[in-house]
C-alpha cells in the first residue's frame, strides 16, 4: 500500500522560509513531485526528484533521501501569492499517489 | 499551446443516475490519468489510459469506467452515482514518464 504523510497547515510571514516535509512508505518508487494547489484550482507541478539530494528552481528547492523515504519542500522569500495547499505526490510505475496535502497560510 | 481542458466545469446530478467527464489532453502528451480529489484530501488515483488501453488502476469500483479515443482525449464515466462521488474530478497528460499536467477539473455534486 501507500502512505504518504505530511503536515496539515503551516503559517509564516511574508519573506521568510518555510520547509515542508514528507515521508513515505510506498510498494514503488519512481520519482516524487511537489504540486501547488490554491483554492478551487487544478495542482500545478513544483518539483521532480528521483535521486537523492536536493534540486532547486527559483525560490523553490526540493530535497529526497530515498533511503529514508524522506523528502522536503523548501519554499524561500515567501509571497503572499504562496498562500496554497502544497502536494507531496509519489509515482510508482504510472499512477501518482499523493498526500492529503499541507496548506501554508502567508501573514504580511 | 492549451493545456489540459476538461468539461463540464461543474456538474449537479441525483444519486442513482450517470455522469460522462470529458478531458483534452495537453498537445503532444498521449496518456491521461484521472484523479478523484475530495475537499481537504489529495487526489486519489482512479485509473490511467494510453494507447486507447486502460494501462493502471486504483481502488476504485466498477462504476467507474474511462475511454481513450485515438486523438489521445478521454472520457471518465461514473454509473449510480452515491453522494460520496460528490468530489472534484482531475485529469491529468503527460507523456510516458514524464510530469504529469492538471485540467482544471470538474466539480461534481451528488444530491
Known amino acids: 500500500g501507500q502512505n504518504i504523510d505530511q503536515p496539515t497547515e503551516m503559517t509564516a510571514t511574508e519573506g521568510a522560509i518555510v520547509q515542508i516535509n514528507c515521508t513515505y512508505q510506498?510498494?514503488?518508487?519512481?520519482?516524487l513531485f511537489w504540486y501547488q494547489q490554491h483554492a478551487g484550482e487544478a495542482p500545478t507541478f513544483l518539483s521532480y526528484?528521483?535521486?537523492?539530494g536536493l534540486e532547486e528552481k527559483g525560490r523553490f528547492s526540493s530535497f529526497l533521501s530515498r533511503s529514508k523515504g524522506y523528502s522536503y519542500l523548501l519554499l524561500k522569500e515567501l509571497q503572499m501569492k504562496d498562500s496554497a495547499s502544497y502536494l507531496c505526490?509519489?509515482?510508482?510505475?504510472?499512477?501518482?499517489?499523493f498526500g492529503a496535502g499541507t496548506t501554508v497560510t502567508v501573514r504580511a | 499551446d492549451a493545456g489540459v481542458t476538461q468539461s463540464p466545469t461543474h456538474l449537479i446530478k441525483t444519486r442513482g443516475q450517470q455522469v460522462t467527464l470529458r478531458c483534452s489532453p495537453k498537445?503532444?502528451?498521449?496518456?491521461v490519468s484521472w484523479y478523484q480529489q475530495a475537499l481537504g484530501q489529495g487526489p486519489q488515483f482512479i485509473f490511467q489510459?494510453?494507447?486507447?488501453?486502460?494501462?493502471q488502476r486504483g481502488n476504485f469500483p466498477d462504476r467507474f469506467s474511462g475511454h481513450q479515443f485515438p486523438n489521445y482525449s478521454s472520457e471518465l464515466n461514473v454509473n449510480a452515482l452515491l453522494l460520496g462521488d460528490s468530489a472534484l474530478y482531475l485529469c491529468?497528460?503527460?507523456?510516458?514518464?514524464?510530469?504529469?499536467?492538471f485540467g482544471p477539473g470538474t466539480r461534481l455534486t451528488v444530491t
Open positions: 491529468a497528460s503527460s507523456t510516458r514518464h514524464y510530469e504529469q499536467y
Open positions: 510506498t510498494s514503488g518508487f519512481n520519482g
Open positions: 526528484n528521483v535521486l537523492d
Open positions: 505526490a509519489v509515482r510508482d510505475d504510472y499512477k501518482l499517489s
Open positions: 498537445s503532444g502528451h498521449d496518456t
Open positions: 489510459y494510453y494507447e486507447e488501453e486502460e494501462r
